[in-house]
Nanobody
Framework: QVQLVESGGGLVQAGGSLRLSCAAS????????MGWFRQAPGNERELVAT????????TYADTVKGRFTISRDNAKKTVYLQMISLKPEDTALYYC????????????????WGQGTQVTVSS
């Protein structure tokens, strides 16, 4: 059974930093593209960042470029999202997801989802 468990969310002031982690189990982690998504109340779930199975290819939403960094440790079966210079508009429930392909840049590629971790940025 595939499980993705996010952690690291919390309340932070604008300009602060957080690092999210997502621990995977039940899948051949190093074969899966991974992504971070977020969803704010009343909004659709949006793709924040993706990373290829090897870690060599990353993509970012324009809204987070230069502030967020996605990375992965295949030995630990964990994907990370380092977030700096956080803004109130970054407030959302953050999800990690796994795709059935090594490079996945579209939401429809993602088949396994975690339960999410809340990030709240105060102004």
């Amino acid at each position: 059974q595939v499980q993705l468990v996010e952690s690291g969310g919390g309340l932070v002031q604008a300009g602060g930093s957080l690092r999210l982690s997502c621990a995977a189990s039940g899948l051949a982690f190093s074969s899966y593209g991974m992504g971070w998504f977020r969803q704010a109340p009343g909004n659709e779930r949006e793709l924040v960042a993706t990373i290829s199975s090897s870690g060599g290819i990353t993509t970012y939403a324009d809204t987070v470029k230069g502030r967020f960094t996605i990375s992965r440790d295949n030995a630990k079966k964990t994907v990370y999202l380092q977030m700096i210079s956080l803004k109130p508009e970054d407030t959302a429930l953050y999800y990690c997801a796994a795709a059935l392909k090594p490079v996945a840049t579209s939401r429809r590629d993602y088949v396994y989802w975690g339960q999410g971790t809340q990030v709240t940025v105060s102004s």
